[in-house]
């Protein structure tokens, strides 16, 4: 069974940086890419980065310059920096792992960005 745990979520003001971790145990191979999704309230779901098997990466439009994904050697944590953080980025980020068997998703963790 595979799993993810999110953590690093939390209160930030306009302009600060969070970093966002996620450790995926379980039976994991032939991994095909890993990233984060968010959710705003009331929005739907927006797909924020990837970082593929062969390490490129991909970012929507409105995170370019400012969130940074990347990985551990063993492809065992995934991470999100994201820096000059905006209200607008406010939502649970959700990270996955796309393999072999399927996707799998962690539970979430909030990120809110407010004075």
């Known amino acids: 069974q595979v799993q993810l745990v999110e953590s690093g979520g939390g209160l930030v003001n306009p302009g600060g940086s969070l970093r966002l971790s996620c450790v995926v145990s379980?039976?994991?191979?032939?991994?095909?890419?890993m990233g984060w999704y968010r959710r705003a309230p009331g929005k739907a779901r927006e797909s924020v980065a990837v970082?593929?098997?062969?390490?490129?990466?991909w970012y929507t439009e409105s995170v370019k310059g400012r969130f940074t994904i990347s990985r551990d050697n063993a492809k065992t944590s995934v991470y999100l920096q994201m820096n000059s953080l905006k209200p607008e980025d406010t939502a649970v980020y959700y990270c996955?792992?796309?393999?072999?068997?399927?996707?799998?998703w962690g539970q979430g963790t909030q990120v809110t960005v407010s004075s």
């Open positions: 996955y792992i796309n393999i072999n068997t399927g996707i799998y």
């Open positions: 970082i593929h098997s062969g390490g490129t990466t």
């Open positions: 379980g039976s994991i191979s032939s991994i095909n890419a």
